[in-house]
């Protein structure tokens, strides 16, 4: 049973600045999950708080709790967490930047027995052709998207259950993009993943899940599935920049309606 359940989740950093306010949400066995929202609405602080992570960044839960695999986790360091099957991509890409491709693929998948390394790593090379013909330069003269691949390989060197990605289409091309999305839902069919995918553009993000969460300010203001997403006047308006009929005038009238606020 691969999944994730936040429960009234609150998150405080340096012990004054509440970034999540009673958050919840699910994640079920094998299903692909989007976490939409704006700039400093709160995912990257639910990231860090499902990955065990929060301490390094000088933050902490209040209240609420975390399931993994029915198992409580929120009071686990990230250590702990990945051994529960849960596997995060965090946003900016953090590879090791003077290794070449190969050794940062070793290092990621340090703890497994040779043989399945290699055949995992030869997996990567098959999937991602371009870091094969890159495996010997280093992480940080990769592109943007040639380090999303190569995190994503290193994310499957760690045989992951559950996989949580943060803004992976940051700063990429709508090619790069759309390549990315093709890859998370083919490794999350193939191997039967949870995927959580927490993302500023929904179009990509519509593109490979079943579920949306929507969050504003620290809280989730919309849940649904991604055609009730996709049909829900204020999701299209804030989060796909879809158009209000009426022109400016009547537009703004509208944000002044936004449910949420």
């Known amino acids: 049973m691969a999944e994730i359940q936040?429960?009234?989740?609150?998150?405080?950093?340096?012990?004054?600045?509440?970034?999540?306010?009673?958050?919840?949400l699910r994640a079920g066995a094998g299903e692909a999950v989007a976490l939409l929202g704006p700039n400093g609405a709160g995912k990257s602080t639910l990231v860090r708080s499902l990955a065990g992570l929060l301490p390094q960044y000088d933050g902490r839960i209040l209240d609420g709790r975390i399931l993994v695999n029915g198992q409580e986790s929120h009071h686990l360091p990230a250590l702990k967490v990945a051994s529960l099957g849960l596997t995060a991509i965090l946003e900016g890409r953090p590879i090791f930047r003077y290794l070449t491709v190969v050794e940062n693929l070793r290092a990621a998948g340090h703890k497994l027995p040779p043989e399945?390394?290699?055949?995992?790593?030869?997996?990567i090379f098959a999937r991602f052709p371009r870091l094969y013909e890159r495996r010997f330069e280093q992480g940080g003269y990769l592109s943007g998207g040639e380090q999303q691949m190569l995190l994503l390989g290193?994310?499957?060197?760690?045989?992951?259950?559950?996989?949580?990605?943060?803004?992976?289409?940051?700063?990429?091309?709508?090619?790069?993009?759309?390549?990315?999305?093709?890859?998370?839902?083919?490794?999350?069919?193939?191997?039967?993943?949870?995927?959580?995918?927490?993302?500023?553009?929904?179009?990509?993000?519509?593109?490979?899940?079943?579920?949306?969460?929507?969050?504003?300010?620290?809280?989730?203001?919309?849940?649904?599935t991604s055609q009730e997403a996709q049909a829900d006047a204020d999701v299209m308006e804030f989060y796909l920049g879809g158009a209000v009929a009426g022109g400016f005038a009547e537009a703004k009238r509208y944000r002044r309606r936004k449910r949420w606020v």
Request: net charge negative.
């Open 116 to 123: 399945r390394q290699k055949a995992i790593t030869e997996e």
């Open 154 to 224: 290193m994310a499957l060197l760690t045989e992951p259950k559950i996989l949580v990605v943060d803004e992976p289409s940051l700063g990429l091309s709508p090619k790069l993009t759309e390549e990315v999305m093709r890859v998370l839902d083919e490794l999350r069919r193939e191997k039967g993943l949870t995927l959580l995918l927490v993302e500023q553009n929904a179009k990509a993000a519509f593109s490979i899940v079943e579920r949306v969460y929507v969050m504003e300010q620290g809280r989730i203001v919309f849940e649904g």
């Open 6 to 24: 936040v429960e009234n989740l609150k998150v405080v950093y340096r012990g004054v600045i509440l970034a999540l306010q009673g958050v919840s």
